[in-house]
Nanobody, 119 residues
Framework: QVQLVESGGGLVQAGGSLRLSCAAS????????MAWYRQAPGKQRELVAL???????NYVDSVKGRFTISRDNAENTVYLQMNSLKPEDTAVYYC?????????????WGQGTQVTVSS
């Protein structure tokens, strides 16, 4: 049983910063990757940032240079540092943890945290 708890969302003015946290509890075996997704009103959920078990990272083009994903393996926590925020970053942000082998992968999701960027 794995549970993800998110925190750090809120309201910020354009150009400001927020730091999202996602703490995983329970036994985690065969960790594949941890990631942040977001879903804006009327849009599909999209992958924002991902970090693999080896430490490699990937970002959607719209956040490159502004967002940084990182992890604390000892505490099974993943972070998303968001700088130079824009109104278009407004969305519900979801933490994702993927475990398993290449033949069977399982995803766990956080409850979502609202990020609102005002003009």
């Amino acid at each position: 049983q794995v549970q993800l708890v998110e925190s750090g969302g809120g309201l910020v003015q354009a150009g400001g910063s927020l730091r999202l946290s996602c703490a995983a509890s329970g036994s985690i075996f065969r960790l594949n990757a941890m990631a942040w997704y977001r879903q804006a009103p009327g849009k599909q959920r999209e992958l924002v940032a991902l970090i693999t078990n080896s430490g490699s990272t990937n970002y959607v083009d719209s956040v490159k240079g502004r967002f940084t994903i990182s992890r604390d393996n000892a505490e099974n926590t993943v972070y998303l540092q968001m700088n130079s925020l824009k109104p278009e970053d407004t969305a519900v942000y979801y933490c994702n943890l993927r475990v398993g082998s290449t033949w069977y992968l399982q995803d766990y999701w956080g409850q979502g945290t609202q990020v609102t960027v005002s003009s």
